[in-house]
């Protein structure tokens, strides 16, 4: 059985771009959640999508935003970037929200 | 304010020893707590999860234990060996509605030959 996949793997850019990450879950699996981890810090929450709507949201500015498709694979985006974006950007996806979640390898995103 | 604080910040053993690391949490209502393992520059993967009504679970030569009354849990490493060398991270996921994950910042684990 496939894990959670996401791509790219490495994306490089500069401040005031855009990035786009992907993440298509584990088949079957309908919650798919977005985590930022900044080189040395611990993992903090982006963004939770499930049955395609936006359920929770973490602390971050609205320039994160995402969405998630009929076929629950999911994109986040980061408009107007900032150096202290730069980070390891974590999807995971879990059969429902109570459940276990499972790993994608991460994007790692590098604002010049 | 729901917050989950892992202790020590950074460990160092030797192979072959035990190790226990420490996640205290703040988080109400409580739901579960889980303990993940990730490797430098990958994914984070699921060790255990505990409910409110389990003490103790294991998993393999990983051994996690909650108390409820005073909101502590601990992993414990039996045996450790190289491959446990990595970050352990404590999450506590409230319930009420749609759950919330509150996560701690985790604990660096190195096992030294």
């Known amino acids: 059985e496939a894990g959670v996949t996401q791509s790219p793997t490495h994306l490089i850019k500069t401040r005031g771009q855009q990035a786009t990450l992907r993440c298509s879950p584990i088949s079957g699996h309908t919650s798919v959640y977005w985590y930022q981890q900044a080189l040395g810090l611990g993992l903090q929450f982006l963004l939770w999508?499930?049955?395609?709507?936006?359920?929770n949201r973490g602390n971050f500015p609205p320039r994160f935003s995402g969405r998630q498709f009929p076929n629950y694979s999911s994109e986040l985006n980061v408009n107007a970037l900032e150096l202290e974006d730069s980070a390891l950007y974590l999807c995971a996806s879990s059969l429902k929200y109570t459940d276990t979640q499972y790993f994608g390898p991460g994007t790692r995103l590098t604002v010049l | 304010k729901n917050q989950v604080e892992q202790s020590p910040q950074s460990l160092i053993i030797l192979e072959g020893k035990n190790c226990t690391l420490q996640c205290n949490y703040t988080v109400s209502p409580f739901s579960n707590l889980r303990w993940y393992k990730q490797d430098t520059g990958r994914g984070p993967v699921s060790l255990t999860i505990?409910?409110?009504?389990?003490n103790t679970k294991s998993n393999g030569r990983y051994t996690a234990t909650l108390d409820a009354d005073t909101k502590q849990s601990s992993l414990h490493i039996t045996a450790s060996q190289l491959s446990d060398s990595a970050s352990y991270i404590c999450v506590v996921i409230s319930s009420g509605g749609y759950n919330k994950l509150i996560f701690g910042a985790g604990t660096r684990l190195a096992v030294h030959p």
């Open positions: 999508y499930d049955e395609g709507e936006e359920r």
């Open positions: 505990m409910t409110f009504s389990e």
